[in-house]
């Protein structure tokens, strides 16, 4: 089973991170020197997937603009002697091949994925994931998916435990059956249930491998409960007709970016795994502590080479 493909639904509006998305795409929100975005994409590079069905809609240009060649700017960089600058950009650009679905209506997440369905093959196993969803471990969130995908020959949803008053935000999975300390078999699923209505504290956390079957799911149920079609309910509906799903809790840091507070505690904790940061930012969250430190901030010694 080769799982090659991602599906990338960036259509949303954004209007938790309103009035930054009112004209430019949360996306494209940066941690440290790169895009929300290239960071999904590294994730499925080093998954190895490199084909990427991005859902968008008509303010998202810069996305297509960031995965590609940018001519002019290369020049004035050769000029410089600074073309190292671009060159990781460029590495992905070359190894991925993108491909921009528009969706014409804010309809859900199930919508979304629902207008990847022509790039998918009839019996194809394909991966989701939501470029809210930040999630940081030495392996990629997707790749643990990608590996239970194949040893079960089945879709597999990534989930992790949350707080029970924070279930109400989530799509929740009930079990059907435990089969290691990490891996469930899943019996349904339901989207953003009230915290008496879960059935555990098991949370979808964004990333998905799902079989092409799933489209079936979403054309059948076809219903838009408030105006949406969601891609919790369409599992589901796979779930309840035979067909196996699983879940499993995803190992790594998981972040949530499509709101003020999540995306400042990313840049934060991203910026405290990488060496290049770390001890500029560990000095000044202590220097918080004692208030003259405002008075003299050294940022600009934080160096902006790409990493
Ligand atoms: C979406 C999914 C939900 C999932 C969540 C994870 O909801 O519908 O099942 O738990 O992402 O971030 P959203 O946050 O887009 O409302």
């Not at 924070?166 to 799509?171: E, L, N, P, R, T």
């Not at 699983?246 to 060496?275: C, E, S």
Request: neutral net charge; charged residues 20%; glycine residues 6%.
């Amino acid at each position: 089973m080769d799982i090659i493909k991602a599906v990338i639904p960036a259509a949303g509006l954004g209007t938790r991170f309103l009035p930054y998305t009112k004209s430019l795409p949360k996306e494209m929100l940066p941690l440290l020197n790169k895009p929300a975005i290239q960071h999904i994409v590294e994730e499925c590079l080093k998954s190895g997937v490199n084909n990427f069905i991005m859902i968008t809609n008509k303010s998202k240009y810069a996305l297509e603009e960031h995965f590609d060649y940018n001519l002019e700017l290369e020049l004035i960089l050769k000029e410089k002697d600074q073309e190292k600058l671009l060159s990781g950009i460029k590495k992905i650009i070359k190894a991925s091949r993108f491909t921009y679905v528009r969706q014409y209506e804010p309809l859900g997440l199930g919508h979304a994925v629902l207008m990847a369905k022509h790039s998918i093959g009839e019996k194809e196993y394909f991966g989701v994931l939501l470029p809210d969803d930040i999630i940081i471990h030495e392996q990629p969130g997707l790749d643990q998916l990608i590996k239970i995908a194949k040893q079960e020959k089945a879709s597999v949803i990534a989930v992790q435990e949350v707080p029970a008053e924070c279930v109400s935000a989530y799509g929740v999975i009930s079990i059907k059956k435990q089969l290691t300390p990490k891996l469930f078999q899943v019996s349904s699923l339901v989207e953003k249930p009230s915290q008496k209505d879960a059935p555990s504290n098991l949370a979808i956390v964004g990333r998905y491998v799902l079989s092409s079957k799933i489209f079936n799911s979403l054309e059948e149920i076809g219903t838009y409960a408030q105006g949406e079609l969601q891609l919790t309910d369409a599992i589901n509906h796979m779930a309840q007709n035979g067909e196996k799903v699983f879940a499993y809790k995803v190992q790594g840091t998981r972040y949530d970016i499509g709101t003020p507070i999540g995306w400042i505690k990313a840049i934060i904790g991203t910026a405290l795994q990488n060496p290049s940061y770390a001890g500029q930012i560990r000095e000044f969250l202590s220097e918080l502590d004692t208030p003259q430190s405002f008075m003299f901030n050294n940022s600009k010694n934080i160096s902006n080479k790409e990493l």
